[in-house]
Nanobody, 124 residues
């Protein structure tokens, strides 16, 4: 019933920008926040950014602070991740997820719904 679909991934050069989208369908009213995570080959899934549906409060990983911006469209149930000044280290599969816990958490376990992911590849 719940479906999160990411889009916008692709291959770009270092220093370029990319905008990811995540459209949710069937999300329960209990969804409190949306988060973006990424996972590179051989590495654990890593928190990138999160935003609350109500107040729009945001939280970012230190590695992306100042470069990435998370935003949302409540009416469309869509979350965006604007990625600027991309680095090779940003290359990963990016996932969006929904959390029903009040607050903005970095832990993967806090999120109960996940999208299929979209590949972002940054080359020098």
């Amino acid at each position: 019933q719940v479906q999160l679909v990411e889009s916008g991934g692709g291959m770009v050069q270092a220093g370029d920008s990319l905008r990811l989208s995540c459209t949710a369908s069937g999300l329960p009213l209990s969804s409190y926040a949306m988060g973006w995570f990424r996972q590179a080959p051989g590495k654990e899934r890593e928190f990138v950014a999160a935003i609350t549906w109500t107040s729009g409060s945001t939280r970012y990983a230190e590695s992306v602070k100042g470069r990435f911006a998370i935003s949302k469209d409540n009416a469309q149930k869509t979350v965006y991740l604007q990625m600027n000044s991309l680095k090779v280290a940003d290359s990963a599969v990016y996932y969006c997820a929904s959390s029903q816990t009040r607050g903005l958490y970095v832990g993967v376990s806090t999120y109960n719904y996940w999208g299929q992911g979209t590949q972002v590849t940054v080359v020098s």
